[in-house]
């Protein structure tokens, strides 16, 4: 990203940019490298394709971290074989453990590249972690549903340590619950979440005298456009049924559209309302806004996970009450 007022360039990514632009993002916010990863077994077939294709510093650099990652399974499988071996209740814990948990953990995470191995020490951390960043749902660290795959739970990590230790079990079957409960959370909202969305694309149609409120609300919108995609691979079932969930959305969408639509007229008429008029109305857009949210939320105070488009949602909807 080059920047306007030095010849300097920052690279940044593009969560980053997104926070960035959202100062006021104040709803179950995540850490920016918590993003999308590569799974190993990707790298590792790329690598190792005959002939390569290409040999350079770039190439070098992945084929060490791919190494690098090699000896990070081997310890965080010995240190996890440890803890099966001598922890049978959560206060077994000690502090050092706990540290050590988490470093590696940021490690694998900061690699990006993903694992069987990283997976399992976020479901750990999620139960050892006294932080509330970890446990609470207000947490920065809290789980989103698109970093833990059920497929990879159930059939790599809940075989591995079944009948290993059972307070290792107890933790991985806790998770796969939470993460059935929001998939099923996540389809039964999906229309919700698709009527803000068409209520954020038809402000930034017609708010067009103001320029930084629908350039912001662009910005919030192809974000939760990634986010509710990577979501979507993880629920199978929701993806299967997303055709008949968007025509019953729009039909939403236009029952809300034409059945009492004074509360629209802050954004349809904007260019030729007079002021005393504008704070009329928007006081009538930001109630209709403020209910939507309101309800959403108390929904997903129930869920145990974080839902990355439910969030990005919440966000847009205080950015479009804004005005």
């Known amino acids: 990203k080059k920047l306007n007022n030095t010849k300097k360039t920052k690279f940044m990514c593009p969560r980053c940019e997104y926070y960035e632009h959202n100062e006021a993002y104040t709803y179950f916010p995540s850490l920016h490298w918590s993003a999308d990863l590569v799974p190993l077994s990707e790298l590792q077939v790329t690598l190792n394709a005959v002939p390569l294709l290409c040999s350079c510093d770039l190439v070098n650099g992945v084929q060490r971290l791919v190494s690098w990652i090699t000896v990070w399974q081997q310890d965080v499988n010995r240190f ?3 803890l099966c071996d001598t922890h049978s209740l959560l206060s077994d814990f000690t502090e050092e453990e706990i540290f ?5 953990l940021n490690c694998g995470q900061i690699s990006g590249v993903f694992c069987n191995e990283l997976v399992m020490l976020k479901i750990l951390m999620r139960f050892i972690g006294k932080s509330a960043i970890w446990n609470n749902h207000n947490g920065v660290r809290q789980f989103q549903l698109h970093e833990l795959p059920l497929d990879v739970i159930e059939k790599e990590l809940w075989p591995k340590y079944q009948n290993r230790s ?12 939470d993460i059935r409960h929001c998939k099923e959370f996540l389809m039964d909202q999906y229309v919700d979440l698709y009527l803000m ?3 954020g694309r038809h ?4 708010m067009r005298r103001k320029k930084k409120g629908p350039a912001r609300v662009k910005l919030i ?5 990634r986010v509710l995609h990577l979501e979507l691979q993880q629920c199978p079932q929701l993806l299967a049924n997303k055709d008949n969930l968007d025509l019953e959305g729009e039909q ?4 809300q559209f034409e059945t009492d639509n004074e509360w629209l007229r802050y954004v349809n008429d904007s260019i030729s309302m007079k002021k005393t008029d504008k704070a009329v109305y928007h006081k009538k857009w930001y109630e209709r806004l403020k209910l939507y949210r309101d309800a959403l939320l108390n929904k997903y105070k129930n869920a145990r996970l974080q839902i990355g488009s439910v969030v ?3 966000d847009l909807l205080q950015k479009l009450m804004e005005g």
């Open 221 to 225: 919108l192809a974000r939760l456009e």
């Open 203 to 206: 402000y930034t149609q017609h």
């Open 252 to 255: 939403y969408v236009t029952s």
């Open 100 to 104: 050590l948990t988490e470093f590696l």
């Open 80 to 82: 996890i074989d440890g």
């Open 166 to 177: 059972k307070l290792i079990a107890d933790f991985i079957a806790s998770i796969m619950e």
């Open 312 to 314: 990005i949602t919440l």
């Open 197 to 199: 969305e068409r209520i």
